[in-house]
């Protein structure tokens, strides 16, 4: 049986990705490793939510709370903020690679393929190129067919569903507009 690192992002978007990879006879392993999300709180969220989810699929989750360091992810995404979510896919997918190669695993992918809010394309360049003469190769698929099902089955089991991709960036762009009408600001 072929063997999965799976990142996960959060509970929800982890939730239809895992069925299917399980219904494909994987075995799988997630992957809890996120600097990006904030504040803290929000992580601990999104944390529980991840493993709950592992827990009813009866998989193992490595997780990376030790690394969580937002001051780091801010750093790199400083001056690069029109392009953050290809730097911030790419600090997570070669962590998750790293921990792939040198746990043995057949294959590498992450939720991030699931969610229809992400750059899908860029995600799936970095899978390639991070895959590129390592032992881990990129497990692709577009799991974002699993969408619909994700969010209902997310609610019958009461996982936390968060409102934005996690980082202050991305809250700031969810909440502009209500921002905006509540304070009386210009649109």
Not at 35 to 53: C, S
Not at 127 to 150: H, I, N, V
Request: hydrophobic fraction near 30%; proline fraction near 2%.
């Amino acid at each position: 049986m072929a063997r999965v690192l799976l990142h996960m992002c959060c509970g929800p978007c982890s939730i239809t990705t895992i069925k299917e990879l399980q219904s494909e006879g994987l075995e799988i392993t997630g992957f809890f490793y996120n600097p990006n999300i904030h504040p803290t709180k929000e992580y601990l969220r999104r944390r529980e939510g991840a493993l709950e989810v592992a827990n009813r699929f009866d998989i193992k989750v490595i997780m990376r709370d030790q690394e969580y360091d937002p001051q780091k992810w801010f750093r790199t995404m400083c001056y690069r903020e029109e392009n953050r979510c290809f730097h911030c896919y790419a600090m997570r997918m070669e962590r998750a690679f790293s921990i792939g190669r040198k746990g043995n695993f057949d294959y590498v992918t992450t939720t991030l393929l699931y969610s229809r809010m992400q750059k899908h394309e860029d995600i799936k360049k970095l899978g390639e190129d991070m895959a590129q003469g390592g032992s881990a190769k990129f497990l692709y698929r577009d799991f974002r067919t699993g969408w619909k099902e994700g969010i209902e089955t997310s609610k019958d089991w009461g996982v936390y569903r968060q409102q934005y991709c996690g980082c202050l960036y991305s809250e700031g762009d969810r909440y502009a507009k209500e921002f905006k009408e509540t304070c009386g600001l210009k649109k």
